[in-house]
């Protein structure tokens, strides 16, 4: 029994080492797909956006505080100020839109950011730096493209001393920044397909079209208004150019923003059109942080500046009336209200 | 060895007289011989199998992963020609142009080559491909005629990549999946041949013992032909067998891995640099668009070092991805700081006195497809010389196996023959 035992064992030996020359196991494989790594930044926990009361409601958002008395000369600061910060720095960063036409968008052929926002930044850049000696005063500003969506969220982190991004002044955005006094009246309006027969918001509401607004805007906040546009079905993109992208791709019936905004899409597709008339008031405003009052009773005296000496009615010129944007000549200059107390 | 003696000789016990212990002896061997004859030819054309679809499923893996890389690469060419604006390069239009040919013939053949769920994925990666042409299009007409809603389109036109490239890392986990299940299946077809013929040799030995002891001859001469024919040829036929199993392992775990490696580092540097162009087309606001360049970096960094460091391949391209970093991070760095032409100038390539990351990163394109095209080459000839290897070896253990069993009836035979 013994002896049989022994053989038994080595028998299994004989086998697997067999077994193993004619490569029954050891398998041979690959390895799994290498997945990158990186570090990602901490995602702030959002909180519920403040609301205004209803006294703060009534009262006339466009209150801006009271420009300075006297503008400092480009290049002499007030010591302490957030311009002398911005002229020590060498540059001022400005959140901008890059694709919003005759406002802030990049031009692909010079590569340059370019619009009524630009050139409203440019004057105050003008004015904390003076004349640059290549007459270019954009080599001062630091661009950071932003979307509708960051535009509020880059002011409170600090990212950007002044945002420029066809900006509705209205109370719920004064909890959380501040504005200059307004420098541009628009409205919302509705851009539609040519020959579509739709000619008014309420048309498109009629026909349970779809609308689309860019996230985070004042546009999507009355679109969403169901009491006011029963059934009107309602999209948002990140960016309202993505807003032209869907009704070009047929996602959706018509955009919806501001007219000033539209009229650049107009222009970008000729099967398109603005139609109706303004059913909201959109009074624009640069924007600040919170905490930077000087920097915006600075702009505020440079914006009034503009208004007198002609440049503001320059700029409209060229952005609006000799694109053939908006119709008619240079509008009047939006009334300044600079009786927000100061903090 | 499994007792041979005490299996003939119960054998024996059982049947009784020594004629009929004879008839049963050649019976058990008989049956041992053609046992070989089937379960050898059965598991060899298993293994042959298992080999060619291993074979195939790489080559699937490698075609997938070029289809990758080349649509990869077309829109890293389109983000940065985006860039330039109007200034497009010919040169890069006609990369463009030969990546997206590449990339449309390459989920062909891929699709040509899959079944189930991976046919149905490439197709849907085919039908996103033309979605994202269509896109891209739109994107540079419009970004010729200075339209900013280009933007948008280069926007939409990067998420639908985005779906072609999971679309296709799908097909590649399958595929890698499919190469180790065929080699572990080629692997495990080894023991019915290895069993059989283990069987026949303790029968023929055990059988030519019995014989020595019952009849008092020392050699049974067609039987010990038998045995020597069982032992030599099985031999050699296991041991070739084993060789194929060897030279597919080989293919696997050497060049086959150094491509993998290879096309994934590939891909994931054209991504980086896709991205690299995303932050500066997002101006000063690319923070996203530079945690996936460092991500990208980081997989490219893995697959290239361990490509380098395991197989000695792609050390080149490790070290071009290194001056690649170096000449990205200065573009980051002028960026930040507010110097975004020179940022731009520094990324395409056209910057006097700054670091030129396009020059840099397309020494590490082409340094990495060199070896890759090596290294895939290796692997597909790796694969056909193991398929070589096995040849006709089924049909060379059936003949033997019927060999044995005649030569164990003519032996078994003789002996028999004195009964009467």
Redesign the interface.
Known sequence: MKHRAIRIRRAIVVLLATCSVASCSGDAALPGEIVGVAVEPSVPTTSTPPECTTAENDEDATRSYPPLAELPAPGAMPAGSTMEEIHSRGRMIVGVSADTLLFGARNPLTDRIEGFDIDMLSEVARAIFGDVPSGDITERIEYRVITYADRLPSLESGAVDIVAHTMTINCRRWLRIAFSSEYFHAGQKVLVKTGSGVATIDDLAAQGGTVCAPEGSTNIDELSNAAKYPGLVVIGKADISDCLVAMQQGEADATSGDDTVLAGFAAQDPNTEVVGERFTDEPYGLGFNRDDVDLVQFSNAVIEQMRTDGRWADIYQRWLVDTGALPGGVAAAPAANHTRVLP | ???PM?LTRSAGRLAGDTPTQLRVATAITVLCAVAVSIGGWYALDRRANAIDDAGAAAAQLVRVQEVRVQVVQADSLASTA?LR??QELAEQRRLYDDSIAAASGGLIDSAASAAGTDAATLQRATSLLARYVGLAEQARA???Q????????Q??ARTVIEDVVAAL?EV??NS?AR??DT??S???S??L??LTA?VLVAAIVGGSVWLAQRFRRLVNVPLAIAGALAIVVLGVV??R??AA??D???A??GP??AA??LA??RA?GFDARSNEALTL?????G?AYE??W???????E??VD?ACSRFSVGCDARDWFGSYRSAHEVVRTLDGD?N??AA?DASLGAAVGLPNARIEFEAFAAASDEALQLESDRAAAGFATAGDSLGNLGWLTVVVGLIVAVLASVGYGQRVREYR
């Open positions: 060895m499994i007792e005490a985006y604006g109007g419009n970004n010729r200075g339209f900013p809603v280009g933007a948008a389109y926007r939409q890392r590649e986990t890698r190469v180790n080699v572990a080629g692997h495990r080894s023991w041949l290895m283990l296991v041991a067998s084993a199993m060897t597919a392992d080989d696997v775990i086959l891995a993998d490696l994934q580092g994931a087309i997002a101006r000063g606001n923070d945690i996936e460092l991500r990208s970096a980081s997989a490219v893995q697959s361990r507010g975004w032409d731009v």
